[in-house]
């Protein structure tokens, strides 16, 4: 089982839609981080989070430390949006290295 | 500002070449430095990091290595590419839990 679980694997929306992206983890950490993946491969940070709440525009990310779980919406999707979006943890105890989830690829269409 | 540099961008090579990727940053010191690596279809490892100048840790036994020559300078090497060695390699910095990725380079060992 991995240390971190997305779901969905992918996710199709229609503009506009409201998104939720979930992550599951199973180790104690020091904070979790949300990236973007863009079709070339290039990665974005969007949040780092240790507790609460964060939000970017109409990006937002919540953290339930005694849960192990963190979600990613998005609200009014765009086809911009598309792209691939991996949750990431810093286990405790492990420095600042992160362990990755398998990523979400949401493609948001018109 | 602080940005990563990281090339090249796309490079094909073939079985039993070697290799060297270059990421340099900008704009920050003493950073902590990784590479990453994504396998097609899976999630990023981490191959290497490093704390300071001449400092490497590796988090799992392969093919590659990794100097730090200076402070804001990480290159991933290998004598012999495989054909295993194919892949997204991501170059990242790391200050207080915080990332950035560098664009990547996809490999392909043909």
């Known amino acids: 089982k991995n240390e971190v679980e997305q779901s969905p694997q992918n996710l199709t929306a229609q503009e506009g839609e409201f998104i939720t992206i979930n992550c599951s983890y199973s180790?104690?950490?020091?904070?979790l981080h949300w990236l973007q993946q863009h079709p070339g491969g290039g990665i974005v940070s969007l949040f780092m989070?240790?507790?609460g709440k964060k939000k970017h525009g109409r990006l937002i990310a919540t953290i339930n430390i005694q849960e192990k779980h963190s979600s990613l919406h998005i609200t009014a999707s765009h086809p911009r949006d598309s792209a691939v979006y991996i949750c990431?943890?810093?286990?405790?105890?492990?420095?600042?290295?992160?362990?990755f989830g398998t990523g979400t690829r949401l493609q948001v269409t018109l | 500002s602080q940005t990563i540099h990281q090339w090249p961008a796309t490079l094909v090579q073939p079985v039993g070449s070697p290799l060297s990727l270059e990421c340099t940053v900008e704009?920050?010191?003493?950073?902590?430095l990784y590479w990453y690596r994504q396998a097609a279809g899976r999630g990023l490892q981490l191959l290497f990091y490093s704390v300071g100048i001449g400092q490497i840790s590796s988090e799992v036994p392969q093919n590659l290595s990794a100097s730090r020559p200076q402070d804001r300078q990480f290159i991933l090497s290998s004598k012999k590419l495989l054909l295993s060695d194919s892949g997204f390699y991501l170059c990242?910095?790391?200050?207080?839990?915080?990332?950035?990725f560098g664009s990547g380079t996809r490999l392909t060992v043909v």
């Open positions: 704009g920050t010191s003493n950073p902590n």
């Open positions: 990242a910095w790391e200050i207080n839990y915080g990332y950035t």
């Open positions: 989070l240790s507790s």
């Open positions: 990431a943890v810093m286990p405790a105890g492990t420095a600042s290295k992160l362990t």
């Open positions: 180790v104690g950490i020091s904070a």
